[in-house]
Structure formats: structure tokens, C-alpha cells
């Protein structure tokens, strides 16, 4: 059992994320014909090595010992190639990524993002897209793309 900043216990192994997450990329590249190079896969990894929203320079800090290029435009063309295939979402509030939880798939990214811990959460709804588009229609402007967050307290730093 893992214990959060706060001190709440927790039952997820976060092992089990990670490695979904390479998985789900290795199909999805394998399928569209794409390079998943290894700075791809690390930094895929790395995103998706917590729960929480990673910035761009703590994912250079972490790569700098690695020889896999740590360069800023280099990962930053990695980071884009992940946004682009539906492998990470751009939490823009925070300037920062989260591995996407179902990859490849056509979605909006709605999150809900906890002030005292900082982890976020995506959620799944395509109610709340279709909401808003209608909403937005009725006033004549046509939705193109939409990313939702939600800042508040998760239900551990509640608790806690």
C-alpha cells in the first residue's frame, strides 16, 4: 500500500499503469506503421510515472543522465508525437503532460486536478462534450477542440 503526501493510503499499483500505458503505445504505433523510438517509450514512461502532471524541464532533469537525448527540442518533438497519437494529454493550466487513459481513442480531455496533492484525473464524458457543443452552437460558434479542468480536492486530501 502506497501512502499519498497527505498521508492517505492507497491500493493502486501504479506499476500496473505504466505498463498498460507502453503497451497500449507499442500496439497503437505497431498498428498505424509509426516509430515508437526509445526516447518516445521514455518519455512516455516517465509521464506516466505518477499520477500527477509532469512538466517539460523535470522531464529533461530526469533524462539528462540518460543517453537518449535530453534536449529540449527533442523532447518536446517526443512529447508532441505522444499528444498527437492520443498517448498524453497537455494539462495547460499547469504547463504540463499526463498520460492519457485510453490511448487512441477520439476523445476530449476533461481532468480533474486536486490543489492540495496534485494529482489529476481524466474524466470520461461524452455527455459533457456534447453539452458544451450544443451549448456553443446555439450561440453560432462551431467547438473545434476542448480540454476541461477542474481544479478542487481529491477524495484523499479530503479525507486526510
Known amino acids: 500500500m502506497k501512502k499519498t503526501a497527505k498521508g492517505a493510503e492507497r491500493t493502486h499499483d501504479h506499476d ?37 502532471p509532469v512538466g517539460a524541464y523535470a522531464l529533461l532533469n530526469q533524462l539528462h543522465d540518460e543517453d537518449l537525448g535530453s534536449a529540449p527540442p527533442t523532447v518536446y518533438r517526443a512529447l508532441d508525437f505522444l499528444i498527437e497519437h492520443g498517448l498524453i494529454h497537455r494539462i495547460e493550466r ?49 467547438a473545434r477542440d476542448m480540454t476541461l479542468e477542474v481544479t478542487g480536492t481529491c477524495a484523499g486530501c479530503r479525507k486526510s
Not at 32 to 48: A, I, Y
Not at 109 to 128: S, V
Open 94 to 142: 499547469m504547463n504540463a503532460f499526463i498520460g492519457c487513459s485510453h490511448p487512441g481513442e477520439a476523445h476530449r480531455g476533461f481532468f480533474l486536478i486536486c490543489g492540495e496533492c496534485g494529482d489529476a484525473e481524466e474524466l470520461h464524458g461524452n455527455g459533457l462534450a456534447e453539452t458544451i457543443i450544443a451549448s456553443a452552437s446555439r450561440r453560432g460558434f462551431a
Open 16 to 52: 500496473h499503469c505504466i505498463e498498460d500505458a507502453l503497451a497500449a503505445a507499442e500496439k497503437l504505433c505497431a498498428d498505424r506503421n509509426l516509430r515508437f523510438t526509445p526516447l518516445r517509450r521514455r518519455v512516455l514512461e516517465l509521464v506516466w510515472s505518477g499520477h500527477k
